[in-house]
């Protein structure tokens, strides 16, 4: 089963595909998943596993993906062709994330003033940071590094406030007349947070591998 789901991942990826492989509640938030499934083996055909004509149970994994939909006949093909069995379970949907806003809306737990709500965002982020509007925020929209050309996007997605960086002044009047505060951390604060979890995930994958932490270099040009 290992080298048979090798060679489908394999050819899936030379499809277009990006492959993510799960058993059994192995992500957090999936479903439970069968671990196994059951095969009849009639008498016309030959079975992968087992022997002719008596039914077989053996262990399975779900394989998820993402591709284009360009490459949805490529894709499909590829894994009928991979696949041990004659006719191999697959679902395909169509996926739309974040549509319209490129970045996260969430409400925090309770109303807090714009004041004390950029009070904290610049302790955790650091200093520098510029903030325009006034009133209670609930809804906070976040854009790491330059966020300022989703400003309606996030007035849209009914935010109080956004926090991003490299907004000009004119955005900012933008976000005034929209009724939307923002919080400008600057660019490269409002994506280190981002950047320290992707070096956390890349050092999982590496294992033993050097790496080099960058997370505490700041690229800003303005001093």
């Known amino acids: 089963w290992a080298a048979t789901r090798a060679a489908t991942t394999r050819s899936l990826r030379a499809a277009g595909a990006t492959i993510s492989i799960r058993t059994s509640g192995s992500r957090e938030g999936a479903p439970s998943l069968p671990t196994t499934g059951a095969d009849p083996s009639p008498a016309t055909k030959a079975p992968v596993v087992g022997r002719l004509g008596a039914p077989s149970r053996e262990p ?20 009928v062709a991979a696949h041990p ?26 109303e807090v003033d714009l004041a004390d ?18 009133g209670p925020m609930r809804r906070v929209a976040v854009v790491p590094g330059s966020g300022s050309s989703l400003i309606e996007a996030a007035a849209a997605a009914g935010a109080d406030v956004l926090v991003t960086g490299d907004v000009s ?25 981002g950047m320290a ?3 956390r995930a890349v050092a999982t994958a590496a294992g033993e591998a050097e790496l080099v932490d960058l997370t505490g270099y700041d690229p800003t040009p303005w001093r």
Request: hydrophobic share 45%.
């Open 197 to 199: 979890v992707l070096r």
């Open 60 to 79: 399975e994994v779900r394989i998820e993906m993402v591709a284009p939909a360009a490459r949805r006949e490529r894709v499909v093909a590829a894994l």
């Open 169 to 193: 002044h004119h955005r900012m009047v933008e976000a005034a007349d929209l009724g939307l505060a923002v919080v400008d951390v600057g660019h490269a604060p409002s994506e280190r947070p």
């Open 85 to 110: 069995y004659e006719r191999p379970a697959y679902d395909v949907y169509p996926v739309t994330a974040n549509a319209g806003f490129v970045g996260r809306v969430g409400d925090l737990p309770s």
């Open 117 to 134: 709500f950029a009070a904290e965002v610049t302790e955790r982020l650091g200093d520098g940071s510029r903030v325009s509007g006034s």
